[in-house]
């Protein structure tokens, strides 16, 4: 019960302690503004060259909208411990780091959901892509899924900022890449096979694969698979992200490699 | 039952290396074999000049870094391998502005901490109203760290220290920074900690502060203790000296070494107090070098000059200069 506690509650408040996009202002701007016309980009660009129809685009970059909050969001979660000065203070804690670090990045993965939704519902509004009403459901399953593979992927990248300072060149990159990687603007069978492997392994991929067969018409049962293996692919990298804390906390006592007081 | 703090022979050495292509390792000793032990309920004080191995040693006994040798315990507990229990006993408060979450208020960096610190749920709101009372921010919770004074912060420190209501505190230089009101006014906190039987490790470079407080001190220069005891017998390393305090405005570091090379004289040293310098010389008790410092200060602008008994200060510069 403590450990949900810690989870939950702990967990929205270095939400609000160490994210820097909660401002109304930010917030509006960069995750669902942005996210947005990067969708109204991708449509436009898709009809012009046709490369794929406007469901192909706007359900996939609806997906990866949740990749901003949470990518950034698990960096934030951990780098700005550094920059707060706190690092020390929660490595004193006698908590369980699995439940300290990854109820961190839970709020992120909710943050994703409602930008995924908001950029599915504005995108498809404006470009008059017609969902069917009895795809919602699946489509709200495979965006949570997504969202929460894709917090899971931020924090294991937050982790490196325990050992690497300059951790936003791997958050950027890392969005950079999902964008190419991630079977969203680009099918994978328009990539060389070795980066079409590594777009397997990210999270997005299969969520938006599943949103698509959905948002197609596809029954549930065609969604599962995809959706299972986006949870798998959320899992491992929950599990990645957890041996990476240990092993850098670990290695931080031994070679003082955290400015951690 | 044991003592709080136990520590033996213990050692730490950094490594860092620098250079890309010929990449070179230098090795510090920050910590060159520390012996101690406070026992419970003690005022203990660590006492040292920037760079001599206070921080290191405090990091190595809450957890924080792993000794490069040598042992320490924390209430029995060893801090290296039995690290959950050692945390759950001991509290960190360290000086300065950093170590908050400026963008929640001071509740909630409370709230945040009581949860990593283990404080049970159902205590929790009681136990932070009771710090809250103590560190006298009651009724400014709710407001944002951010625009909290450095005596705000400070305050909020040692409460976020108490959360878990450690038996072995650990203050690093709390009142660096701090203004004289809000000072005492943490001495007095730490007082009444001690004698609630909390044993409390401080840091601090005040000697006031030291010889208020602390039940005993560990002067620390170099990685090693070099003298250990009551402040009163810590005073005795001064005792055959006489000390010379000259106010001065401009004194040349040359002339400061120049001081230190006439016969008679132990230490000199300058502390700058805004444009005020003040120059302490101590010299053997039977030798009067008053005259010969006043000479050597010619074309130096000069004010209050007395003579006066060594204090806990006078035997630290004396520790520290002899190590």
Redesign the interface.
Known sequence: MRTLRLLTVGGVIAYRALFNWTSPGMFVGTLLVGPLFQLLFFAYLGRELQVGDDRFFIVGNAVLASSLACVFGGTMAIGNERRFGTLGHVLLSPRSRTAVFLGRALPYAGNGLLIAAFTLTGGALLLGLRIPPGALPGMALALTVGSLSCGFFGLALGALGLRFRDIWVISNVSVALMLLLTGVNVPPSALPGWLAAIGQGLPITHAAAAARLLAGGADLTEALRPLGIEVLVGAAWAVLAALLLKVFEVESRRHASLDTL | MGDAIEAARLRRT??SRTGFIRRRTTEIEAVRGVDLTVARGELFGLLGPNGAGK?TTI?LL?????PTSGTARICGFDVERE???V??R?G?V?G?D???????SGL??L???A????V??RDQKRRIAELLDLVKLAGRERERVEGYSRGMRQRLHIA?GLLHSPEVLFL?EPSIGVDPVAARELRRTVADLAATGTTVLLTTHYMAEADELCDRIAVIADGRIQALGTPAELRTHADGRRVVEIEAYGVPDDTVAGLQRLSGVREAAVEARGALQILTVQSDAGVDVQGEVLHALGGVRLGRVSTREPTLEDAYVAIVSGS
């Open positions: 950094y490594r921080t990091k809450n957890t924080l870094l792993i690290t959950r229990e945390r759950r001991i960190y360290f300065g950093r170590g908050l979450y400026d963008r929640l909630d960096n709230r945040y901490f949860e990593l610190y283990g049970p749920p976020r690093d």
